[in-house]
């Protein structure tokens, strides 16, 4: 023989050894059984005509149905009516009609088409299905049912095997619990988890939760919220970088910048991490904690270590408490203390161990402040032993009110009267219209003085007054200075910003 022809029948056959491997492995669609069976190339070519209780296994699927066309050149089955697939004795595909490739193991079911893994069912109008990998894709709506919820797509991929599903554009869940609409999501048909991984929204009968990322167990209850996380409740919002929360418990934290917002009492709450139970209305907020009051009028903004708000004894009222190294900022008043306590029911502001009030050109301290916003009426300032109310009426000189207890009255962001109980002591620079003509010193056990653009306009002593006006030249020291005096603008929050400068 010609060694150049043996040379190539060898290349030839070495050609051939995959094609001939790749035949080898690829078994053939077998027909177990059929009422008639025909061959008519009239009718179909290069197909066997099934009819009547048609049976067709490939190697661990089995299908019945009610016709159907075997074609013998391409490994394929077209079956028609009450088509029937069983995969590994757990996996049944049912349709109106299916093409079956043996070859690609794939299949097209198409019409009344149903998917059944175990608990989970998938019904769509047609489903292309890869048995090798058991995984269904569909395009044109579809619904998976588990015992837990039901869900609604346009577009899906169903894992059999990972027990996932994966569900785009329009989708929505339904459960007793909740009402959920999406872009994207996955959904675990074993453990139950909903993976979100687009623009979210799950509704119950409390609470609207948004966002782009996280995941919801519906066994546990346990909520993770990433990417512009929100929970909307009827009374208040919260808002974070990221959001944990137990729809059982009702346990919640809100992690980076996290934001509550309670529409009735119209305050927020802030901080970088913020722990909650919508069941008993306890908040608590650390980590750059600040509290917002808003009005029509103007906003308060108060910064400290801590804040908690509690559920007041009347119903849909609240307390807020703030810890260590108070500070608040208001346009018409700013202040400091150790601790305070906000009430709702009636706007009450509480101030201990060394608060400090700024209004206008005021200074105000005592043992103890409470501060109370009216709506139609002035404010109250209300001091409590050692009660001290010092203004600046020019370089080193400052105006002085002592005494045991004082009211002071705050009408359009302005201090326009104070009423002095106990041990009433006054310094006030006198002035005519020339200037300052000296340094008007009085005591009293009790004391009324009206102010009139934060200066002293008149006072009342109404119980046995005692005073002198002193010459403004060569007044001694000790003169100068009431008892306790002390001035404390350094540490005046002059802007909202300076309610988080430490205190040196």
């Not at 994207?184 to 609207?208: A, F």
Request: hydrophobic residues 35%; proline residues 3%; aromatic residues 10%.
């Amino acid at each position: 023989m010609n060694p150049k022809i043996r040379y190539h029948k060898i290349i030839l056959l070495l050609l051939l050894l995959p094609v001939l491997s790749l035949a080898q492995t690829k078994k053939r669609v077998d027909i177990e059984q059929a009422d008639f069976l025909e061959y008519n190339e009239r009718i179909i070519a290069n197909a066997q005509r099934l009819i009547g209780n048609v049976i067709i296994t490939h190697e661990n699927i089995r299908m019945w149905c009610d016709s159907a066309y075997s074609y013998t050149d391409t490994n394929m089955v077209d079956a028609f009516g009450h088509v029937h697939i069983l995969k590994d004795d757990t996996l049944h595909l049912y349709s109106d009609f299916l093409n079956y490739n043996g070859d690609a193991k794939w299949a097209v079911a198409i019409g009344n088409v149903r998917l059944v893994n175990k608990t989970t069912t998938l019904t769509t109008d047609s489903l292309e299905f890869d048995m090798a990998r058991n995984v269904g894709y569909y395009d044109d709506y579809g619904t998976v049912v588990d015992s837990a919820s039901t869900l609604y797509s346009k577009i899906g991929e169903y894992y059999a095997n990972e027990n996932k599903a994966y569900f785009k554009t329009e989708v929505e869940v339904l459960s007793e619990d909740y009402t959920l609409t999406s872009d994207t999501l996955i959904y675990n048909t074993k453990t139950r988890v909903i993976s979100i991984v687009g623009p979210t929204n799950i509704r119950d009968e409390e609470n609207t939760i948004y966002a782009e990322r996280g995941f919801y167990s519906s066994d546990s209850g346990d909520v993770e919220l990433y990417r512009n996380p929100e929970v909307l409740g009827k009374e208040q919002k919260i808002n974070a970088d990221s959001i944990f929360y137990n729809k059982t418990t009702g346990d919640g934290r809100a992690i980076g910048n996290a934001r509550i917002e309670d529409f009735k009492n119209r305050m927020i709450v802030k901080g970088n991490r913020v722990v909650y139970n919508d069941q008993s209305e306890i908040a608590m907020a650390t980590d750059s904690a600040h509290f917002l009051l808003y009005s029509e009028k103007d906003t308060l903004f108060l910064h400290a270590d801590t804040l908690r708000s509690v559920p007041d004894t009347i119903p849909d009222e609240k307390l807020v408490m703030a810890y260590y190294q108070v500070k608040f900022f208001r346009e018409d008043m700013q202040g400091k203390c150790d601790s305070m306590v906000y009430w709702s029911m009636d706007s009450t502001i509480q101030f201990f161990h060394d608060p400090v009030i700024w209004s206008d050109n005021n200074q105000m301290t005592a043992d103890y402040i409470e501060m109370i916003t009216q709506t139609d009426a002035p404010d109250l300032v209300r001091m409590e032993q050692n009660a001290f109310i010092v203004a600046m009426e020019d370089s080193g000189m400052y105006n002085q009110i002592k005494g045991r207890n004082m009211l002071g009255y705050i009408l359009d962001n302005e201090l326009y009267k104070i009423d002095v109980d106990g041990n009433g002591q006054s310094l006030y620079y006198a002035r005519d219209d020339e200037g300052i003509i000296g340094l008007n010193k009085a005591q009293s056990s009790s004391i009324v003085i009206h102010l009139d653009s934060s200066q002293v306009s008149r006072i009342v002593f109404v119980k046995s007054p005692d005073g002198q006006l002193l010459p403004l030249i060569n007044i001694p020291d000790e003169d100068k200075e009431l008892p306790g005096f002390q001035w404390y603008d350094a540490i005046r929050p002059k802007r909202m910003e300076d309610i988080f400068r430490k205190q040196k």
